[in-house]
């Protein structure tokens, strides 16, 4: 397995290409599905989740090619409305799938992802809106089985559903599904993240009748068919807070390119009260930083609040700034995995349930640790490159499944990173 070495202490100088957004790229490949006609896009990242997404799509009969930056998918013939538990387990969004394939086909078998590293994250939600439009959903050996054949047209019937929780799949896959169904679908308390406002935004440019994106009711007026269309995926906001926290970290002064600034309002107003100087422009932003930095508390919420994908970044540079903080992470309920690796770089935090008490350091110490998910692998790295000395960071195989060429692009920026095969 490979792992990383770190060198820390460089601060950080130059400019960066932010790429394509994991979480939007993902539901977008998916919504390939949804036509017979080729869904042609750029600014597809190359990771290890976007690879799993193709292969499940393949699997599917979806033709995809890649030609340089343009990924086409045409999902004309599909030979497979399964998606089996040894392709789930290994991405949760292949839930994704469900919602596209029922408004399709009328009938899908999707295993049930079953809980991950942070939380047991159920799929309810998803499958009580599907029932909601009038699908026949049963479970069986851990499959959701869903069909339409029962229904008019075998089409699934538009609804008014209230989403108990704001889930950003959830919205997404039904979002998706609606697109196809009889009749208009009003979905209350949806998400507003910017990657379910890029889903629709695509999902519209292929015939859908979507309203109300990036506020919480969307209304969909179904459609009989969707067709071709191009689309640019937007830039990942995690990857690019990731960046800047670093920035914050080490000291430096970079120039973050491919950014939408106002995506990025919750991340940079935080980092501003640590005392790092942002300048915003139309498509790039300026973080300089003398490393010195202040404490700052936070709390996790659905957007436009904190991300809970920048949450363990946060922590790590609080474990060097002055003073004391307090990290509340409110939507997964065990995403603080990242702190007893904080720990043995010589952080101080201690875990009150779901808020973590940082006391802030001069600095943290090179050493061994583990990457146990996406962002606590991040939160890692960043906590190294800022650390006294070298750190291995194990298992990092779960950082390529969302950040794309991550030690390259630290690299070009100053940083020591070297990956051991
Ligand atoms: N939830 C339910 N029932 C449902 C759906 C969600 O109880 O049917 C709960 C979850 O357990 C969680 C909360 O609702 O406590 C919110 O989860 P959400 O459904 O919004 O998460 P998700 O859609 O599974 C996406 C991102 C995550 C990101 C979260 C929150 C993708 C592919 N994944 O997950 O990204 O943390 O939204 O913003 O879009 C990451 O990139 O590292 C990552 C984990």
């Not at 599905?33 to 976007?50: F, G, K």
């Not at 609606?178 to 998400?191: D, F, R, Y």
């Amino acid at each position: 397995m490979d792992k990383l070495v770190i060198q820390g202490q460089s601060p950080l100088h130059g400019e960066l290409e932010i790429s394509g957004a994991k979480n939007a790229a993902l539901p977008i490949l998916i919504a390939s599905l949804l036509t017979e006609d080729t869904l042609s896009l750029t600014h597809v990242p190359h990771l290890q989740d976007v690879n799993t997404a193709k292969s499940l799509l393949k699997y599917m009969g979806v033709d995809i090619q890649v030609e340089n930056d343009k990924t086409e998918l045409t999902a004309k013939e599909i030979t497979n409305k399964n998606a089996p538990y040894e392709r789930v387990k290994t991405m949760r969004a292949s839930i994704l799938v469900l919602g596209p394939l029922l408004a399709r086909f009328g009938e899908a078998r999707v295993s049930l992802p079953g809980g991950c590293a942070i939380g047991s994250r159920p799929v309810d939600i998803h499958i009580k809106g599907l029932q909601a439009m009038g699908a026949k959903i049963d479970i069986h050996n851990g499959y959701i089985e869903a069909s339409t054949k029962h229904l008019l047209k075998s089409k699934l019937q538009g609804c008014k559903f209230y989403m108990d929780i704001v889930t950003v799949t959830g919205t997404e896959n039904l979002m998706m599904a609606a697109s196809l169904a009889e009749g208009v679908t009003i979905l209350e308390n949806a998400a507003k993240e910017p990657e379910v406002v890029d889903l629709g935004q695509c999902l519209n440019k292929m015939g859908a009748k979507i309203k109300g994106l990036g506020t919480d009711v969307i209304t969909i007026e179904g459609v009989d068919s969707l067709h071709k269309a191009n689309h640019d995926v937007i830039f990942d906001r995690i990857e690019a807070g990731t960046y800047l926290a670093a920035v914050a970290m080490t000291g430096g002064d970079v120039i973050l390119k491919n950014v939408q600034h106002k995506y990025l309002d919750a991340i940079t107003l935080k980092l501003i009260e640590t005392g790092v100087k942002i300048e915003s422009h139309e498509n790039s932003i300026r973080i300089k930083s003398d490393g010195k930095l202040k404490a700052v508390s936070l709390r996790t919420a659905p957007y436009p609040a904190f991300p809970t994908d920048m949450q363990a970044q946060m922590m790590a540079l609080n474990t060097i700034a002055e003073g004391v903080s307090e990290v509340t992470e409110t939507i997964f309920e065990n995403r603080f995995m990242h702190v007893q690796e904080l720990i043995r770089m010589g952080a101080q935090i201690d875990i009150r349930g779901n808020t973590a008490i940082i006391r802030g350091k001069e600095y943290l110490e090179g050493a061994s640790v583990m990457a146990t998910d996406l962002r606590a692998s991040a939160s890692l790295v960043i906590a190294s490159l800022a650390a006294r000395g070298q750190t291995t960071i194990e298992r990092i195989y779960h950082l390529d499944r969302g950040y794309e060429k991550l030690e390259d692009k630290f690299n070009q920026l100053g940083a020591n990173i070297k990956r051991i095969h």
